[in-house]
């Protein structure tokens, strides 16, 4: 009795990730992408990875979220041993679990926006979700255009709709790789905001992939990757108070 | 539920135009089968029925045994019609004249294919019979002219007689041979038995006539085959004759065409599923980031490629069959007497060829887009989907299965497979040393050449796979084109304008100069004159030579006393036969006269296989045909005997010969050393050429010379000419069929890489590349494809053509020099000209329409 109350005491944890390494043949040398990573992200916590061009921030990510497989170490998702799922368990994982937004928004061209929006609840098999993709898609303000296609958005709307579409499972857990990345400083800003706003409605975990500074600091921790390490940044007092 | 999302994006897909491409290449695959194998069909038995008429039915039995009435029941009961035919040589009489004829005694029925035409009287507004009826003969006009006699006078045959009741206008199965044969006498078959000629061990020949539906034919072969004996044999119709040669040619021709065909449509069917994955590795990345495993991923774009099969094949099947009614309709139209026969063949071979093509050549790389990682989504890039092993192994299996499914001809396939299959690895070879020679080219050109050549470069491997395809689409069409071409003109050549149509045997030595002069009056040429002497080959090497028909009537009578003796019926009795005749090692004779020559030089159209040919200065030397002395066991040396008017004499074999039989000219089994023959009375044969408008010349010359004969070859020739033309324009349509598959792979393959094209003239344009120098660069990058794919498609399809003319279609030799300008030229006409429709609306797009269709 007395245990089980500590543990609901204790934060949940969505991501861990123990002793991660990952290394690629080059035809002639072993090229080490990521270095003993050890990694522990709480439910709810908004994390951003930060690093420069070829530091390991994407691997680390892809691994994370069950995309790809490291060389050694352990990964636990959602409380699920990711290190010993096969492909097909990782994807059904995915599907429960997580949410994706991509740089390149990744729209289904041949789907339109609202098929594209309800397509991850379809795959969960979740009842409604026509009425939840036409819900997500007046939250991010695309109401009129459920009916068009990608190629018929701007790059902005392109990206709302990914961002309507990552939460209609609401998942535990939402990976996104440099989501302003491709959009012009204000079309970006208000991605960010959309993003953030809808996470904290549903309280997701988010984990965030970028070069911009000024969008991870509107996560509450900041991780840096250099050369595959992984380490910590220490929030700065001004924005701790 | 993967249902669910697989049919909303199948029809998306369809709808954004996605799998066009695919249903497309499936649609031709299915489409060039179908009607490939259906007009191939219509053609064969357009040309079957054609040559049905030769023979006056649609299959004849030949015996020399009597009619077995059993035979004829059974193609009753199969539905046959049937017709009796028996043939022999007798004397008929007409006062005091007498002549040798060939007569033929036919039943009602017959022709049962083909028209016969008789004639009441010899003027020319004659009312025309169709068939013969008892008691009546029709002669041919030369025996008429032979005999002193007219229609309606009477003649004598064996013990009866007969009043003359026309002239035989056109025989569908006459001799196309023209010399040696006897006038014809034809007759009804059921008054021969009262002439009383047919006597034990008379010369007979019985033929069986049947037609009807060719399932019905082969099952009476099967079903009569235990009543036959060694004196029955099927007749086909003759492959050494001019009719049968161009028919075999023909076939061939529309066989390899029909395989070529399958090969580019295959070749469409490949690029078509290799582009679809290209183009659906990032949704199958995403879909499967969303959750969806690898096994739902496969089961979705199975699915869409089992609805796009359906679909394609459907359309393929629907559009190919009415390509071949089309063809059906024409046929009908130009012939007439076509009979068209609806096959199930083209219909299933195109179903299955369709599920072949989405099976073997798609399944491999559906296999792969499923199994695209998920990981894809962070690199932002798809993988370059390269052709590898077991793509290579489905696919070469598919095209090896199409071929020979299509030819039934499990050698052909694999030889036309291998061929192929070499032809891509050499072109493979030669494509990437070009491409690596372009590099150092492109140093001193202007930016748009340079541009142009960097981008073969870049993409070594998928051009050197386009320069595959196209370099085989171009080769395909040229062998096609050329040896439709040499088809026709070899035909041609057989028959020339102004070859001989009229023959004039039985000249004498006097007569001669008086002949040379008529034809000079009248503006004509007389040909050579051939000295003729009919004479009968007795021993050789002193061995006497058995009679084929007395040696068959020796044992008949010895199997039908062994038969009788056991009390068997008319089965036992053939059985017998058949044991008997088994027993055969006598050399056997020809029995028949040859007619034999002598000169002193080799025949034009006569080739010397062995041996040589005697000179001036040789005695008593005899060159041979060589297939009569492959009968005949002959070696180089032996000795001949001869009787020519009871006179024996010997000669020795010094040469044999290869005569060309198609060539309408007069040609001889044994050519003999002039010393031989001097001192027997001979007659001459010549040849010349009598335009339309002159016949009247030849009744001055029945009238001035009555002992010489006539023979007109115009109907033969005229018979010749109509399959001819019947072939070529066959030719013409599946030359532009396969030329039609090659141009949609050459669709397919430019289409393959629109996407690619798309990003980079968005980056040019971005760089500030006018429209001016990317339309340059664009077409100066198809002209040097085209240029190389043209030249290995002309040095390929040189050697191919020697081999082909060589040894599949027994042509000569010869270069084609047309073929080294059109090859490279059409190449890069075509490439350029596709390339340019294809990408012209790409080059005219404003940069920002550009750029967001290449993010997008």
Not at chain 1, 188 to 194: F, P, R, S, T, V
Not at chain 2, 341 to 359: K, Y
Request: hydrophobic share 50%.
């Amino acid at each position: 009795m007395v245990k089980k109350t500590l543990m609901s005491l204790l934060p949940k944890i969505d991501i861990q990730a123990k002793a991660l390494s990952k290394e690629v043949q080059l035809p002639d040398a072993r090229l080490t992408i990521l270095q003993q990573v050890n990694l522990t992200i709480n439910s709810g916590e908004t994390v951003a990875v930060v690093g420069a061009s070829g530091s390991g921030k994407s691997t680390l990510l892809g691994i994370l979220a069950g995309l790809d497989t490291a060389s050694s170490g352990e990964v636990y998702l959602a409380g699920q041993p990711l290190h010993q799922l096969d492909d097909d368990a990782r994807a059904q994982l995915r599907a429960r679990e997580v949410g994706f937004v991509f740089q390149s928004f990744l729209l289904l061209p041949s789907l339109t926006a609202l098929e594209n929006v309800t397509l991850p609840a379809e795959l969960a098999g979740i009842k409604d979700a026509t009425a939840r993709g036409r819900k997500l898609l007046a939250d991010v303000g695309l109401t009129a255009r459920a009916d068009f296609y990608p190629s018929q958005l701007s790059g902005g709307e392109q990206q709302r709709v990914a961002i309507a579409r990552a939460f209609i499972t609401e998942p535990a857990i939402l990976f996104a790789d440099e989501p302003s990345a491709n959009l012009d400083a204000a079309t970006g800003a208000k991605i960010e905001d959309l993003l953030f706003a809808l996470n904290e409605q549903q309280g997701t975990t988010l984990v965030l992939v970028t070069h911009n500074p000024q969008l991870a600091k509107r996560c509450q921790r900041q991780l840096n990757m250099h050369a595959g390490e992984l380490s910590e940044q220490q929030p700065e007092v001004s924005d701790v108070a | 539920m993967w249902l669910n999302i697989a049919a909303r994006l199948f029809w998306r897909e369809l709808r954004r135009g996605e799998l066009w491409v695919i249903a497309f290449a499936l649609c031709l695959a299915v489409f060039t089968v179908v009607s490939l194998t259906g007009i191939t069909e219509s053609v064969r038995s357009a040309l079957s029925q054609r040559s049905s008429n030769f023979i006056a039915a649609d299959k004849i039995l030949r015996s020399s045994l009597p009619f077995n009435e059993e035979i004829f029941r059974t193609a009753d009961t199969l539905g046959l019609t049937t017709a009796k035919q028996m043939q022999f040589s007798t004397m008929v009489f007409a006062g005091d004249l007498m002549q040798l004829v060939s007569v033929k005694a036919v039943s009602e029925s017959y022709p049962l294919r083909g028209n016969l035409l008789l004639k009441t009287s010899e003027q020319p507004d004659a009312t025309l019979l169709k068939s013969i009826s008892a008691q009546q003969v029709f002669l041919e006009p030369r025996l008429l002219q032979l005999l002193n006699i007219r229609v309606g006078d009477t003649l004598e045959l064996g013990v009866s007689r007969f009043v003359v009741a026309g002239i035989i206008a056109e025989e569908p199965d006459a001799p196309l041979s023209v010399f040696g044969n006897a006038p014809r006498l034809l007759m009804h078959v059921d008054d021969v038995a009262a002439t009383q000629i047919v006597q034990p061990g008379s010369r007979i020949g019985y033929r069986y006539q049947f037609a009807g539906d060719s399932a019905a034919l082969k099952t009476l072969e099967l079903q009569v085959k235990p009543m036959l004996t060694v004196h029955d044999r099927w007749q086909s119709l003759d492959r050494e004759s001019a009719v049968g040669s161009a028919l075999d040619r023909a076939e061939k021709f529309l066989l390899l065409a029909g395989l070529l065909g399958i090969v580019l449509a295959a070749c469409a069917a490949a690029v078509a599923a290799s582009q679809y994955s290209q183009r659906h590795q990032m949704a199958v990345a995403v879909i499967k980031a969303l959750g969806v495993t690898t096994a739902m991923a496969r089961r979705i774009y199975a699915s869409h490629l089992a609805m796009v099969s359906v679909f394609s094949i459907g359309i393929g099947l629907l559009l190919g069959q009415l390509a071949s009614s089309g063809a059906q309709w024409f046929i009908e139209v130009w012939l007439g007497d076509y009979r068209p026969e609806f096959s199930v063949r083209p219909l299933w071979l195109g179903a299955l060829t369709g599920l072949i093509c989405a099976t073997l050549f798609s399944a491999r790389p559906i296999w792969r887009l499923a199994a695209v990682p998920a990981l894809n989504v962070l690199r932002q890039r798809g993988q370059s989907f390269q052709l590898d092993i077991w793509q290579l192994v489905t696919g070469g299996l598919a095209i090896w299965l199409l071929m020979w499914l299509f030819s039934g001809d499990w050698w052909l396939s694999s030889w036309l497979f291998l061929l192929c299959l070499a032809f891509a690895a050499l072109l493979l070879g030669m494509a990437a040393v070009l491409v690596r020679v372009a590099k150092p080219m492109a140093a001193g050109q202007s930016s748009a050449l340079k541009l142009a050549l960097a981008n073969l470069r870049r993409r070594l491997w998928p051009n050197s796979f386009q320069l595959i395809t196209f370099s085989l689409a171009l080769f395909l069409t040229l062998i096609l084109y050329f040896l439709r071409a040499e088809l026709i003109s070899q035909w041609q050549q057989q028959v020339p304008a102004g070859a001989p149509n009229q023959f004039l045997v039985n000249i004498t030595e006097t007569e001669k100069p008086q002949i040379i002069g008529l034809l000079q009056q009248n503006q004509l040429k007389a040909g050579d004159f051939y000295p003729m002497v009919s004479g009968r080959v007795l021993t050789v090497n002193n061995e006497t030579l058995a009679d084929p028909e007395s040696q068959n009537d020796a044992e008949r009578q010895k199997g039908e006393q062994q038969a009788d003796a056991a009390g068997g019926g008319e089965s036992a009795k053939r059985n017998m036969e058949q044991t008997t005749a088994d027993n055969r090692v006598k050399r056997e004779g020809i029995g028949r006269e040859l007619n034999l020559t002598w000169l002193t030089t080799l025949p034009a159209n006569n080739d010397i296989v062995a041996g040589a040919w005697f000179g001036t200065a040789d005695k008593a030397q005899v060159s041979v045909e060589e297939k009569l002395a492959e009968r005949l066991a002959l070696q180089l040396g032996d000795k001949i005997g001869f009787s020519v008017g009871g006179q024996p004499f010997t000669a020795t074999v010094s040469s044999f010969r290869k005569v060309d039989w198609n060539s309408l000219q007069p040609n001889f089994f044994m050519i003999l050393s002039p010393d031989l023959m001097q001192n027997f009375p001979a007659t001459y044969l010549t040849a010349f050429y009598l335009p339309k408008q002159q016949t009247a010349l030849l009744n001055e010359m029945a009238r001035s010379f009555p002992t010489i004969s006539v023979l007109s070859v115009d109907n033969i020739l005229k018979q010749i000419n109509d399959i001819i033309a019947q072939v070529s324009l066959a030719l013409t349509v599946i030359l532009v069929l396969v030329f039609a598959a090659a141009v949609l792979v050459l669709v397919a393959q430019v289409q393959a890489t629109l996407e690619q094209r798309e990003q980079e003239l968005a980056i040019l344009r971005t760089l500030g590349a006018k429209t001016v120098f990317l339309r340059q660069a664009v077409l100066a990058e198809f002209a040097a494809l085209g240029l190389m794919a043209g030249v290995f498609a002309t040095v390929l399809a040189e050697v191919l053509l020697a081999v082909l003319q060589m040894r599949l279609f027994q042509l000569p030799f010869s270069l084609h020099f047309n073929l080294w300008w059109i090859g490279p030229g059409l190449g890069m006409v075509l490439i350029c000209g596709l390339g340019w429709l294809l990408l012209r609306h790409l080059l005219l797009l404003p940069t920002p329409v550009l750029l967001r269709r290449a993010l997008s």
